[in-house]
């Protein structure tokens, strides 16, 4: 008989591996094929909160498990071109240094930079280090170290007839280095690459859109993932299962919370987690209790929610309770007298300054599938738009 997992049965924080990841068996398929084919290049795209990290983290894992070298570099902390110089350097020695004894060092060899390697107190692996002072080095000198990095990896993986897999988290960033010319010596940089695999993800949509459009440097040069929701049905039937592993009787709670919580797998999981709290000791769980946790949730984060909601301006914010009363439309003679919106020209322009600030969304930027509510615009997050409805839509007298 299967053993019920220790503790809480749902994981919200950091990558999400084994048991408590699910589904995504064609989308794993995908990332391990593109890590492990020479001069792949794979761009994965979706909205926030879907579980890209996780899933490509399980690729990454299951390339090494099978004998092959992959790995991950976060470069979302970095503030120079050379920081995310060092997080690839960092994340490859982890990794592959495990299993390639002399690794970093070929790699370390081949660059025209002073990096320092220091001894893994507890592998002993050499965990390399770009002199600090080229932080303060010409922009474009910096993309060139992370260029040299990424050529050198490319270099050493040639000589000894193998490919490497490298998943680089929040790549757009490269960005901040150079505007669109980072984003061009970035391609040029990759494209020469025939002894790695690459998988680029981010989170920040308007950017990877740019990139991939007819005039960005991404443009026909990079396979596509959609990364969509998990099928509803099957993540309903999970969180039921989960909970029944969990010694948890709960017919039908996932379906609630799935329609709670919405299509972002973070969110769903996260009211399933909190659900397994209120129930653990009772050992059976309802609906009510469902939405009793998406409550918890809302309440847990009111502070952070009141402090974003006095941010927005008053227009702003009466755009925010048309959209979570849900009316018919946002220009419509009734919805503007009601909400005090003034002219649809000043709504427009709120609706758009609210869907680039993240608060609102009207379709998801690759798939072009628009949102289906009334107002034709949606909450990012289910827990402010929660949040809205309990604590601000009785300021202009709605229940």
Not at 40 to 49: A, E, G, I, N, T
Not at 104 to 120: E, G, K, Y
Not at 334 to 351: M, P, W
Request: proline share 4%; charged share 25%; with cysteine.
């Amino acid at each position: 008989m299967k053993k019920p997992p220790l503790g809480n049965p749902f994981r919200i924080h950091g990558v999400v591996t084994g048991e408590y990841f699910t589904d995504r068996d064609d989308e794993l398929k995908r990332l391990v094929r593109a890590l492990t084919e020479p001069g792949s290049k794979l761009l994965v795209y979706s909205p926030r909160r879907m579980g890209k990290t996780s899933a490509v983290m399980n690729a990454v894992d299951t390339v090494n498990e099978n004998g092959g070298y992959a790995f991950l570099a976060d470069l979302s902390t970095a503030s120079t071109a050379v920081d995310m110089g060092n997080r690839i350097l960092a994340a490859s020695s982890k990794i592959i240094g495990k299993k390639w004894k002399n690794f970093i060092t070929d790699v370390v060899s081949r660059l025209n930079v002073t990096v320092s390697l220091t001894p893994d107190p507890a592998t002993g692996i050499p965990l390399p280090s770009i002199d600090i002072n080229l932080r303060n080095d010409e922009i474009g000198k910096q993309r060139q170290t992370l260029s040299g990095i990424l050529d050198a990896i490319n270099a050493t993986a040639k000589e000894r007839k193998i490919t490497v897999g490298i998943a680089l988290d929040e790549f757009q960033e490269i960005h901040k280095f150079g505007g669109e010319t980072a984003e061009w010596d970035l391609r040029a940089s990759i494209q020469q690459h025939g002894n790695i695999g690459y998988v680029l993800f981010g989170s920040r949509e308007h950017l990877i859109q740019r990139m991939i459009d007819s005039k960005g440097a991404l443009y026909k040069m990079v396979d596509k993932l959609p990364f969509g929701a998990i099928n509803p049905r099957h993540m309903a039937a999970w969180i039921d299962n989960r909970m029944a592993e969990a010694g948890i009787k709960a017919q039908g709670v996932g379906d609630c919370i799935v329609h709670l919580a919405g299509a972002r797998t973070r969110d769903i999981v996260q009211v399933a987690r909190r659900c397994y709290d209120r129930t653990a000791v009772r050992g059976r769980a309802t609906i009510e209790d469902a939405e009793h946790a998406f409550e918890d949730i809302i309440a847990e984060e009111h502070d952070l929610l009141y402090e974003c909601w006095l941010s927005l301006t008053a227009h702003q914010q009466n755009i925010l309770r048309a959209v979570a009363a849900g009316e018919k439309g946002l220009t419509t003679r009734e919805t503007l007298a009601k909400f005090t919106l003034g002219s649809s020209g000043t709504v427009t322009n709120t609706v758009n300054s609210l869907i680039k600030s993240g608060h609102l969304i009207r379709q998801d930027p690759y798939t072009r599938r628009k949102v289906t509510t009334p107002t034709g615009y949606e909450f990012d997050s289910p827990f402010f738009k929660g949040w809205v409805i309990r604590h601000t839509l009785s300021d202009i007298g709605l229940p």
